[in-house]
């Protein structure tokens, strides 16, 4: 479970610090305060952390008073310990004197108040706990995947560097942007392209209709899970959905005689009695804007099985009553997977209890992200109890 992070200079996050004490946690705050960077920052230094190639300076965006490094530092909790990583990369356009001389890694194991280093790096070298001799990488290159691909199999350190690389790679930030053109079908080729690259490498999909395939295929308890979710006794969203098997004709290649056919899957989805089109199938594409970033929400959350999930606005465009259901659900879910949100609905708010919330803001164009204070806690809480809801009660956290 991520329990801290501190941003230095990435985007709006001049110097942002964020304790994170739940599985559940919206990040709350009027448009353009900086929510969006905070989740881009976690899922940027998840990535870069245990990639194999040179950490991508320009994806850290840019700040208006030239710094001299982008710098994260994250407390992950895990079965094996409490640890603190740090990255620290040069800011690319600083100049001189300003300019920091190479990327810098350091993770640290914390028992009580007292941390012990595992490794730092120092240039092309890495000082690893109990090594007589630094082990050396390329300058750009992060430490934790650099020593997980020379350590011997047998070493003791390969426990918490693997147990710390499983839970970065299962972060991921989800904007649930539904692109101009997607496909509601999927051919057989592409469908076993992904999943060689899936069984062999892990690789997601943002396709609903490649993980729907693969569990109907592959995953069947976890399909029929899925489908009770969205079915009438879970969200209410669906009466049934399933995947047709077609042959399709597709356009020939200069060098074929003859049109050849190919095997298609289409997801077809049956809307519930109360909603419109009830009884009659459709294709993805078809179903209201709401119904789509439901199902999407949904079965990303059950396929991808991630770490930590950072997610946008999951409200937008879907009912108040359903919306209760669905950050329920989510809740229930954030046993195995932490689940961090930005939001502005007071809908919401209004299913939270106040030690999930965030307040985020932003003065002079530096974010602040905080949770309301010990005493700002308790008036919510005999606010809830005796006069309202919990967005009124944060109503006037957001004036200018």
């Keep these: 479970m991520l329990k801290h992070i501190h941003i230095k200079n990435f985007r709006s996050c001049h110097s942002t610090s964020i304790s994170l004490n739940r599985s559940v946690c919206a990040i709350v705050g009027k448009n353009g305060v900086g929510k969006t960077n905070v989740l881009r920052c976690i899922d940027w230094v998840a990535s870069s952390s245990i990639s194999t190639d040179p950490v991508r300076v ?43 001389a190479s990327l810098r890694d350091r993770l640290s194991l914390i028992d009580d108040d007292r941390q012990t280093d595992i490794f730092r790096r120092e240039g092309e070298k890495i000082v690893v706990r109990d090594r007589a001799e630094p082990i050396r990488v390329a300058r750009a290159t992060p430490s934790i995947a650099a020593l997980l691909a020379l350590l011997p199999e047998n070493d003791e350190l390969r426990k918490p560097l693997s147990a710390l690389s499983s839970f970065l790679a299962g972060i991921r930030y ?84 003859d049109a050849p056919e190919t095997k298609v899957y289409l997801p077809v989805f049956t809307p519930s009695e109360q909603m419109g089109g009830a009884g009659r199938p459709f294709p993805f594409s078809d179903l209201s804007a709401g119904t789509r970033r439901v199902i ?105």
């Design 58 to 100: 320009t994806q850290a965006g840019n700040v208006s008073d030239e710094p001299d490094e982008v710098s994260t530092k994250l407390v992950i909790e895990l079965d094996e310990g409490r640890f603190e990583y740090s990255l620290s990369i040069p800011w690319p356009y600083a100049k001189g004197p300003r300019r920091a």
């Design 174 to 257: 989800y904007a649930l942007e539904e692109k101009a053109e997607y496909r509601d079908f999927v051919t057989e080729s592409q469908y076993n392209d992904w999943l060689i690259k899936y069984q062999n490498e892990g690789l997601l999909t943002d396709s609903v209709a490649l993980r729907l395939i693969y569990m109907r295929n592959e995953d069947k308890e976890r399909f029929e899970e899925l489908r009770a979710l969205l079915g009438p006794d879970g969200l209410g969203l669906l009466k049934h959905f399933d995947i047709l098997e077609l042959n399709r004709t597709v356009e020939p290649t200069p060098f074929e005689v």
């Design 296 to 400: 999407r929400i949904v079965t990303s959350l059950l396929f991808d099985k991630r770490s930590l999930t950072l997610m946008e606005q999951p409200e937008d465009s879907v009912h108040p009553g359903l919306l209760r259901k669905l950050i329920d659900m989510m809740k229930t879910y954030s046993y195995s997977s932490q689940i961090v949100f930005a939001t502005h609905s007071s809908d919401v708010l209004d299913i939270l209890r106040p030690e999930e919330v965030l307040m985020a803001t932003a003065v002079g164009g530096r974010t602040s992200v905080r949770p309301l204070s010990p005493d700002e806690m308790a008036r919510a809480r005999r606010f809830l109890s005796n006069e309202g809801s919990l967005s009124d009660f944060l109503e006037p956290f957001d004036e200018p």
